[in-house]
């Protein structure tokens, strides 16, 4: 049996593209195979219209698809065909345009910065707080430091350890309820790597007094400015820094 010149040309596009496709390593580029692909299909459109005869045995198919035969009604069996193609292309048309503008369910990627750049000012109820350079004040009474600590924890049960949990490992009891999850302050990625400054600055503002960088936080930390005072705050950062048992992280000295 003859194979049809049209069915001809589409197999060898498929081969053409097959072959490109897999027997090429390193792989070609998507877009660079899509270039090759038109050249082999404009070089087989050339091919195909360089001779009338061929032309003609190459659009036969299409033909009698698509065209009424004068003499006969249309062939039944074209018929069905015909219905089935021009039912699938606007199928087609349909999933691969839904495919390509649908939104993706998954999360974007974390390109979200977790720590954005803190104000240079804060106003703590009302009253203006310079963050750039600001140091915990209680860190200098050292002989009260222990009971700083002891306040401290009596804060963060009062107040944090529902969502930060109890070992401060940020699995508290709500933790499953929240996303993002409480900064579990073990990680070295959070506090450790934080001056106190920031922390002070994110207890008091909370999830709210995020920027808008990186939005959308979604976050659960609540601003405690509005429950605490700027000493209980000072304190249970002094806590969370003596329970993780890190260091903060300290405002460079000026050279002198
Ligand atoms: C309702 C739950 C909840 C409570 C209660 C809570 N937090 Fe948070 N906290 C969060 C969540 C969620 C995050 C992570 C998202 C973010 O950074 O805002 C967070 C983040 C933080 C951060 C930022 C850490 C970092 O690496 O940027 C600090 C500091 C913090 N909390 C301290 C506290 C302190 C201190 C308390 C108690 C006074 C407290 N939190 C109470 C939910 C809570």
């Known amino acids: 049996m003859r194979i049809p010149k049209f069915i001809q040309m589409i197999l060898l596009v498929v081969i053409v593209f097959l072959v490109f496709k897999f027997t090429i390593r390193p792989q070609i580029p998507s877009s660079l195979l899509s270039f090759y ?67 993706d369910a998954k999360a974007p990627a974390e390109l979200r910065s977790i720590h954005p750049a803190p104000p240079l000012q804060i106003r703590f109820n009302e009253k203006p707080i310079r963050i750039e350079g600001l140091k915990n004040p209680l860190r200098s ?73 990186g939005t959308p936080w979604n976050s659960a930390m609540p601003a405690w400015e509005n429950v605490l005072t700027e000493k209980q705050i000072w304190k249970v950062i002094i806590y969370i820094y003596e329970a993780a048992g890190v260091e903060p992280r300290r405002w460079d000295k000026k050279p002198k």
């Open 141 to 213: 009474d050292t002989a009260n430091f222990d009971k700083y600590v002891e306040e401290g924890a009596v804060i963060y049960f009062e107040n944090c350890f529902f969502c930060h949990g109890d070992n401060l490992d940020g699995n508290g009891h709500f933790a499953e309820a929240i996303d993002p999850k409480p900064a579990n302050f073990l990680d070295h990625g959070t506090i450790a790597q934080l001056q106190e400054s920031y922390v002070f600055w994110r207890v008091s503002k909370g999830g709210q007094g995020l920027p808008d960088e």
């Open 37 to 103: 692909m038109m050249i082999v299909i404009f070089a087989i459109f050339i091919y195909v219209i360089s001779d009338s005869q061929l032309l003609q045995d190459f659009l036969k198919p299409l033909k009698s698809l698509l065209v009424v035969n004068e003499n006969k009604l249309i062939e039944e069996s074209n018929r069905e065909i015909r219905q089935l193609i021009f039912a699938f292309l606007p199928i087609f048309a349909a999933v691969f345009t839904y495919l390509n503008m649908a939104v």
